[in-house]
Nanobody, 125 residues
Framework: QVQLTESGGGLVQAGDSLRLSCTVTSGRTFSSHAMGWFRQAPGKEREFVAAISRSGDYTFYTDSVKGRFTISRDNAVNTVYLQMNSLKFEDTAVYYC?????????????????WGQGTQVTVSS
């Protein structure tokens, strides 16, 4: 069974930065999975944020975070990161990482096979 554990969330002010981490344990090797970050704000559906391919060579983002967020991975320590800069109030949400067996990752949540429990990010305006 693949387990994902997110960390790094917190309460920050607008304009600040945070780095989220998601460590994958057990199951197949980490490099078998493309990884993604999604977020869910109160009263809203879970939405795609960013994804990275199995090798880390290919990344893509939702338009609202392009130029501010960076997804990366370190296959040696089974961890995917989301560096979030210039945070805005509207970035407030619970952030989830997901693992998918697709090659390049996906912006579609049903294609993810495993999810973490989520980490809260709150940005005060």
């Amino acid at each position: 069974q693949v387990q994902l554990t997110e960390s790094g969330g917190g309460l920050v002010q607008a304009g600040d930065s945070l780095r989220l981490s998601c460590t994958v344990t057990s199951g197949r090797t980490f490099s078998s999975h493309a990884m993604g970050w999604f977020r869910q704000a109160p009263g809203k559906e879970r939405e795609f944020v960013a994804a990275i391919s199995r090798s880390g060579d290919y990344t893509f983002y939702t338009d609202s975070v392009k130029g501010r967020f960076t997804i990366s991975r370190d296959n040696a320590v089974n961890t995917v990161y989301l560096q979030m800069n210039s945070l805005k109030f509207e970035d407030t949400a619970v952030y989830y990482c997901g693992a998918t067996y697709t090659q390049g990752g996906s912006s579609w949540a049903p294609e993810y096979d495993y999810w973490g429990q989520g980490t809260q990010v709150t940005v005060s305006s």
